[in-house]
């Protein structure tokens, strides 16, 4: 293919992608808006609550963060992952069988686990790059 039409398709390519995380961004602020509300109307604010907002507020540090520096980190969407599957717990927790909730942790834990591995990796070629 011509380089012109790859540049093209590249920056078209790039514009869509931009116009996707500002759409997110946007999504996630109207539904940060409206679960503010909700607290508000119910006079109320629970730890589901807060483990909602955090959640939002990961979307927006993932948005930012790849604005920022290009690259979409691996490790948000796992924090992401986490707060979820705690916040489903929480939630969820007089419904939910013993099975279930082992299944729950230990997907919480394997995540952990990932991070951790992940960091460990990042830590070891930057080490390697170094030397």
């Known amino acids: ?3 012109p039409i790859k ?9 869509g992608q931009d116009f ?3 759409i997110v961004a946007l999504a996630t602020f109207v ?6 509300n909700v607290m508000i109307q119910n006079n109320d ?3 589901t609550d807060l483990l909602l907002l955090f959640i939002y507020l990961e979307v927006l540090t993932m948005v930012a963060i790849y604005f920022e520096s290009g690259e979409l980190p691996i490790k948000i969407p796992l ?24 299944g729950i942790a230990s997907a919480i834990l394997i995540l952990g ?13 930057r080490e390697l790059k170094k030397s």
Do not use: P
């Open 1 to 3: 293919m011509n380089a």
């Open 20 to 22: 996707g995380l500002i």
């Open 45 to 47: 604010v629970t730890l």
């Open 7 to 15: 540049q093209s398709i590249t920056k078209l390519l790039l514009l």
């Open 31 to 36: 539904a940060t808006g409206i679960e503010v």
């Open 113 to 125: 686990v990932s991070i951790f591995i992940i960091h460990y990796c990042k830590t070891y070629i």
């Open 79 to 102: 924090y992401i992952a986490i707060v979820a599957l705690a916040r489903y717990l929480i939630l969820d927790m007089k419904n939910v069988d013993t099975w279930r909730i082992l």
